[in-house]
Antibody
Framework: QVQLVQSGSELKKPGASVKVSCKASGYTFTSYAMNWVRQAPGQGLEWMGWINTNTGNPTYAQGFTGRFVFSLDTSVSTAYLQISSLKAEDTAVYYC??????????WGQGTLVTVSS | QSVLTQPPSVSGAPGQRVTISCTGSSSNIGAGYDVHWYQQLPGTAPKLLIYGNSNRPSGVPDRFSGSKSGTSASLAITGLQAEDEADYYCQSYDSSLSGCYVFGTGTKVTVL
């Protein structure tokens, strides 16, 4: 069965970096794009962008350029989200989600990133 | 900011029917892009509920139905059950922002 398993919660200080992983199983990793979605505490879902798992080419939504980087390691069917120069407002749950073609059919369990001094 | 607007909350008694609207514009829903719906139970990841405006993935009860007309879409829940209490989000594609996916503002469904 399809599964997306994300890395565990992170507590970081402002200015630090964090790398969240999303390991896929149960399907051919390079057959589906991967998206990233942010959910701040008590807030709604916000699409961050996606990465082409064939080419590794990322596309970032407005507001997620510069400090946010999507990457892959296809040898282990894993997608990564790295956030640098963390700010308090980056505190959120980050989800990876498989792209079925304009919608997201499988989601990771989410990774809570807390930025606090 | 989301470009798809939903009511913040709707409520209903068990067994009743509730509907959630999702209002967009000519660059997303009105442009013909499909609308999809997600259910997010408390403390869990979102789950695909409706795709392609009105299609249910395997395992989703037929109490959930979706429709789309013009620049809006709707999710209906008939025979409301206690386990339907959750947040619901619509999602589509928007061509005005260099092409991107957009989510609705989200609706909290409360079962009275």
């Amino acid at each position: 069965q399809v599964q997306l398993v994300q890395s565990g919660s992170e507590l970081k200080k402002p200015g630090a970096s964090v790398k969240v992983s999303c390991k896929a199983s149960g399907y051919t990793f390079t057959s589906y794009a991967m998206n990233w979605v942010r959910q701040a505490p008590g807030q709604g879902l916000e699409w961050m962008g996606w990465i082409n798992t064939n080419t590794g080419n990322p596309t970032y939504a407005q507001g997620f350029t510069g400090r946010f980087v999507f990457s892959l390691d296809t040898s282990v069917s894993t997608a990564y989200l790295q956030i640098s120069s963390l700010k308090a407002e980056d505190t959120a749950v980050y989800y990876c989600a498989r792209d079925l073609g304009r919608c997201f059919d499988y989601w990771g369990q989410g990774t809570l990133v807390t930025v606090s001094s | 900011q989301s470009v798809l607007t939903q009511p913040p909350s709707v409520s209903g008694a068990p067994g009743q029917r509730v509907t959630i609207s999702c209002t967009g514009s000519s660059s997303n829903i009105g442009a013909g892009y499909d609308v999809h719906w997600y259910q997010q139970l408390p403390g869990t990841a979102p789950k695909l509920l409706i795709y392609g405006n009105s299609n249910r993935p395997s395992g989703v009860p037929d109490r959930f139905s979706g429709s789309k007309s013009g620049t809006s879409a709707s999710l209906a829940i008939t025979g409301l059950q206690a386990e339907d209490e959750a947040d619901y989000y619509c999602q589509s594609y928007d061509s005005s922002l260099s092409g991107c996916y957009v989510f609705g503002t989200g609706t909290k469904v409360t079962v009275l």
